[in-house]
């Protein structure tokens, strides 16, 4: 079992890999915004307390931020989420757990050979962004861009064709892999596997040693595929959601 320690290192590198274009900092937690694209970057990040307000002032105040925003107040909650009181007083607020937790998974980066067909390359262009903002029935781009680019690490754009993208970020020596998607007539047809061992193979050259991804703990198809590639479960985040 992982430390809260090494579990609030693993979420400061999520963060930096799925960074909202609109951040508030508020006593060591930072609320995120991003016009409702995504519910990791429309939650609030709970890692880190300076201890500087009290609890009950820091969720009214987390609270106002997102309703000033026209979103019910989010939080993602991790073992490593402080105070660790947290979760007590929103259950006692009234919020719920609407969608399963999301498992994150970790992995050692062995040798993987570029599978070829796979265009990996650094800037964002508009097929890959209208194929992947589609896959989330989200048409404002220019929020889907801010999104995908807001990380301060390098970051790659995988893409099969017109069928299939995937993206990934190096943050001090991890690979961050997010983003996958392929529409639903080109499934089954190995474009999931082809894009993670070319990002994989993107990210080692660029001098990453370890990977990070997160994945739906219910999505058995997905999760069975990473643990080809070394993704073992390291821990699990999941969402508390305002009444």
């Given at each position: 079992?992982?430390?809260?320690?090494?579990?609030?290192?693993?979420?400061?590198?999520?963060?930096?890999?799925?960074?909202?274009?609109?951040?508030?900092?508020?006593?060591?937690?930072?609320?995120?915004?991003?016009?409702?694209?995504?519910?990791?970057?429309?939650?609030?990040?709970?890692?880190?307390?300076?201890?500087?307000?009290?609890?009950?002032?820091?969720?009214?105040?987390?609270?106002?931020?997102?309703?000033?925003?026209?979103?019910?107040?989010?939080?993602?909650?991790?073992?490593?989420?402080?105070?660790?009181?947290?979760?007590?007083?929103?259950?006692?607020?009234?919020?719920t757990q609407p969608a399963p937790a999301v498992s994150v998974e970790t992995a050692e980066l062995g040798e993987v050979a570029d599978p070829g067909g796979v265009d990996v390359r650094e800037d964002l262009?508009?097929?890959?962004?209208?194929?992947?903002?589609?896959?989330?029935?989200?048409?404002?781009?220019?929020?889907?861009?801010?999104?995908?680019?807001?990380?301060?690490?390098?970051?790659?754009?995988?893409?099969?064709?017109?069928?299939?993208?995937?993206?990934?970020?190096?943050?001090?020596?991890?690979?961050?892999?997010?983003?996958?998607?392929?529409?639903?007539?080109?499934?089954?047809?190995?474009?999931?596997?082809?894009?993670?061992?070319?990002?994989?193979?993107?990210?080692?050259?660029?001098?990453?040693?370890?990977?990070?991804?997160?994945?739906?703990?219910?999505?058995?198809?997905?999760?069975?595929?990473?643990?080809?590639?070394?993704?073992?479960?390291?821990?699990?985040?999941?969402?508390?959601?305002?009444?």
């Amino acid at each position: 079992m992982r430390s809260a320690t090494d579990l609030a290192r693993l979420e400061r590198i999520g963060y930096d890999v799925w960074r909202a274009p609109v951040v508030e900092e508020l006593a060591g937690w930072r609320l995120r915004y991003a016009h409702g694209l995504t519910s990791r970057a429309n939650s609030a990040w709970t890692a880190a307390d300076d201890g500087s307000l009290a609890l009950g002032e820091k969720v009214e105040r987390t609270e106002a931020f997102y309703r000033a925003h026209g979103l019910a107040p989010r939080f993602q909650l991790t073992d490593a989420s402080r105070p660790v009181e947290l979760e007590a007083l929103l259950e006692r607020r009234g919020y719920t757990q609407p969608a399963p937790a999301v498992s994150v998974e970790t992995a050692e980066l062995g040798e993987v050979a570029d599978p070829g067909g796979v265009d990996v390359r650094e800037d964002l262009d508009d097929g890959w962004l209208a194929l992947w903002a589609g896959s989330r029935e989200f048409d404002d781009l220019g929020v889907a861009r801010a999104l995908l680019t807001g990380s301060p690490g390098r970051t790659a754009f995988a893409r099969i064709d017109d069928v299939a993208v995937g993206r990934a970020v190096v943050v001090d020596g991890w690979l961050g892999i997010t983003s996958m998607a392929t529409l639903p007539a080109a499934r089954r047809r190995g474009h999931a596997r082809g894009m993670l061992e070319a990002l994989v193979a993107w990210g080692r050259t660029h001098g990453a040693t370890h990977g990070l991804l997160q994945v739906d703990e219910t999505n058995d198809p997905a999760r069975a595929l990473y643990a080809q590639f070394g993704f073992r479960a390291s821990h699990a985040y999941r969402y508390l959601v305002a009444p």
